[in-house]
């Protein structure tokens, strides 16, 4: 099993920044990619962005995100992150990571992104 811990996530004007962090423990060889989705209310839970585990660490980014948001990863912490810059009001949703494996994907309980003036 893979456990993920999420932080960081809160109350921002718009055009401010947040980071959200997301820590795995447990089998994390096991993982090839993680990524971070978000849900807001009376909507879908959507894809922001992933990265790969590989040496590549290759990226992927929803197109509403693009240019404002960067997933990063630090491997020695088994921790992936969201730069998340330029926020707008419609960025306000529920941030949960996700982790990829072969058999299943693991999800994170989720953080509360709220943007507003």
């Known amino acids: 099993q893979v456990q993920l811990v999420e932080s960081g996530g809160g109350l921002v004007q718009p055009g401010g920044s947040l980071r959200l962090s997301c820590a795995a423990s447990g089998i994390i060889f096991r993982i090839y990619a993680m990524g971070w989705y978000r849900q807001a209310p009376g909507n879908p839970r959507e894809l922001v962005a992933t990265?790969?585990?590989?040496?590549?660490?290759?990226?992927n980014y929803a197109d509403s995100v693009k240019g404002r948001f960067t997933i990063s990863r630090d491997n020695a912490k088994n921790t992936v992150y969201l730069q998340m810059n330029s926020l707008k009001p419609e960025d306000t949703a529920v941030y949960y990571c996700?982790?990829?494996?072969?058999?299943?994907?693991?999800w994170g309980q989720g953080t509360q992104v709220t943007v507003s003036s």
């Open positions: 996700n982790a990829k494996l072969i058999t299943h994907d693991s």
């Open positions: 990265i790969t585990n590989d040496s590549g660490g290759s990226t």
